[in-house]
């Protein structure tokens, strides 16, 4: 998967901010439990830990961002008695999968323009329509909490203000949820640590997350070579069937 | 036991799904349908996605139709010639539903046209089917003969073809159609057709009762392999692992269906099969007609990538 486009200017800014502060070198490390989740046929979702060693008296937030997508949100209205998809508007680099963990609620310590400036929250997302002329939209906003609102409804989206916790004031340690549904792709995990209301440290890391195994292989012969892909589950499913009749003739 | 779907990228009970391959295999036993009008909605309500739904539907029948055209060859039940004229108007409409599938997908308004087409469908043959089977069960005694050489307009159409196993000498042209539109409706609603198909071989087309199901499901065998393989080359929405667990179940079902349906009465079944496919129909229509907890949607994945 490739980076993330809108990542790329925050990835900067990270870069910028950490240089500029070089008393804080050690700022913060951060580590996961797993260098990378594996979708097999038995996949459930899974728990990572992610823990490290942090600056005394900081804050501390992790956003989580999985691979950029094309999301198209729709509206039902009622059209002839019938309730029918009748709108609809297109966002682009959405991410599949977002979460924000930190010590305690952001906008306790954050400023609103440090969240949107750095993407930090669900709401603070800043989520552009795929053509320019849906960005004039006065309903743009309600179109935009709906996709937050069914994303987070997927379990995809997720915001847990008190799940980072802090022991001893240098280390910190929290539980991030990769659910059974999340979309494979290399997952972008950024950790920021905050002093009085300013980012003082950042560390971004990456996770990726693929199919292996069987699935990986059905799933990667259904894309790339879909017309064999076809013909196979035609041929297995007319095997089965002949199978099955052979089967059940004796008695 | 979760197993992890492929294709449709979430984890089912296998017991679950098991089941209910089972449950849509006894159906089709006891019957004679394919149970595809059962199956494709209630994976949709487990949550699958419409497509992948619609599309793994359609694998799962054609293991049915297969094991089903076996058994109605040995005891001479398949007319063949008929089959291949209603499979090539089969190939041509599920054809041009799978462009449809596509391009309404891709609109939005899939879920409508597949509610939609279940709804009016479903509603129809199931009123027809309740009429006539509440009629066979109270006129009992009086037993109809239906003529089989009435002549209608379909009789004066050119290109006339002897179907030999069906007693019939027609024109060609009605079976491409009833194949046609069928194959269409097949590729929409990830079903087979065999309860479109049963009535209209029997009061359009006039073929013997004897014949039909055999038929109808030699040619469902080529409809739904072709909605399976044109649905994974353009939606890449075909789970063969679900199919799998779909067919093994539903093979099982089907045997005992079809050892269970040879002691109930015809009239009784036709009867009950008709207020279920009514049933469903009613909840769908439900779905359409009532306000949504939520008027806002996210699209399926895979929708203007």
């Known amino acids: 998967m490739n980076r993330p486009p809108i990542l790329a200017p925050l990835l900067f800014l990270t870069w910028l901010l950490a240089t500029q502060h070089p008393v804080q070198a050690q700022g913060v490390v951060a580590d996961i439990s797993e260098s990378a989740v594996s979708i097999s046929t038995g996949f459930l979702g899974t728990d990572l830990l992610l823990f490290g060693a942090i600056e005394p008296d900081t804050d501390v937030v992790v956003v989580v961002e999985g691979p950029p997508e094309v999301a198209t949100v729709r509206r039902k209205d009622r059209v002839g008695g019938i309730w029918m998809n009748n709108d609809e508007i297109a966002f682009s680099d959405v991410p599949t999968f977002y979460a924000v963990l930190s010590n305690r609620p952001v906008d306790e310590f954050t400023s609103d323009v440090t969240r949107e400036v750095y993407g930090i929250g669900v709401g603070d997302m800043t989520l552009k329509p795929l053509r320019l002329d849906d960005q004039k939209r006065g309903d743009l906003s309600v179109f935009r909490d709906a996709l937050v609102r069914a994303k987070t409804f997927r379990g995809l989206y997720h915001k847990a203000e008190r799940s980072v916790s802090i022991m001893w004031g240098r280390l910190f340690r929290t539980d991030l949820r990769i659910p059974v549904n999340a979309p494979v792709g290399s997952y972008w995990i950024r950790v920021f640590l905050f002093r009085d209301g300013q980012i003082v440290a950042a560390q971004t890391s990456v996770l990726g997350v693929d199919k292996v195994g069987l699935t990986a292989e059905i799933f990667d012969l259904a894309h790339r070579h879909s017309l064999a892909y076809g013909v196979l589950a035609v041929l297995v499913a007319a095997v089965a069937g002949w199978v099955a009749n052979l089967a059940f003739r004796k008695h | ?212 199901i055999g038929t109808s499901l030699f040619q469902i065998i080529f409809v739904t392999a072709n909605v399976t393989i044109l649905q994974s080359v353009n939606n890449y929405s075909v789970d063969i692992l679900l199919a799998l667990i779909l067919i093994a179940g539903g093979v099982v079902g089907a045997h005992f269906g079809s050892q269970w349906g040879s002691r109930v009465r015809g009239e009784y079944l036709r009867a009950s099969l008709a207020v279920l496919v009514i049933l469903v129909g009613v909840n769908l229509a439900v779905d359409l007609l009532v306000e949504p907890s939520d008027i806002y949607s996210l699209a399926d994945r895979g929708v203007s990538r």
Do not use: C
Not at chain 2, 38 to 58: H, K, R, S
Not at chain 2, 130 to 156: D, F, G, N, P, Y
Not at chain 2, 171 to 199: C, E, N, Q, R, T
């Open chain 2, 1 to 212: 036991m979760q197993v992890y779907l492929p294709i449709a990228e979430m984890s089912v009970n296998v017991f679950v799904m098991l089941a209910m391959g089972v449950g849509v295999g006894v159906l089709s036993g006891l019957f004679g349908v394919g149970g595809g009008f059962l199956l494709t909605p209630m994976l949709i309500f487990l949550g699958i996605p419409a497509d992948v739904a619609v599309a793994t539907g359609a694998n799962q029948i054609v293991a049915s139709s297969v094991s089903g055209v076996l058994t109605h060859w040995r005891r001479g039940n398949v007319d063949f010639r008929m089959g291949f004229a209603l499979l090539i108007g089969g190939i041509l409409g599920s054809s041009l539903g799978t462009w449809l599938f596509t391009y309404l997908r891709a609109a939005g308004q899939i879920d409508l046209l597949v509610k939609l087409s279940y709804v009016v469908f479903l509603g129809v043959i199931g009123w027809l089917m309740l009429i006539e089977s509440a009629r066979a069960i109270l006129w009992r005694r009086r037993k109809v003969i239906r003529r089989q050489h009435v002549h209608t307009w379909i009789h004066r159409l050119p290109f006339k073809v002897r179907f030999r196993r069906s007693r019939l000498y027609i024109s060609v042209l009605p079976p491409l159609v009833v194949g046609f539109l069928v194959g269409v409706l097949s590729a929409i609603m990830g079903v087979g057709g065999g309860f479109i198909m049963i009535p209209a071989m029997i009061y359009i087309l006039g073929m013997p009762t004897a014949v039909v």
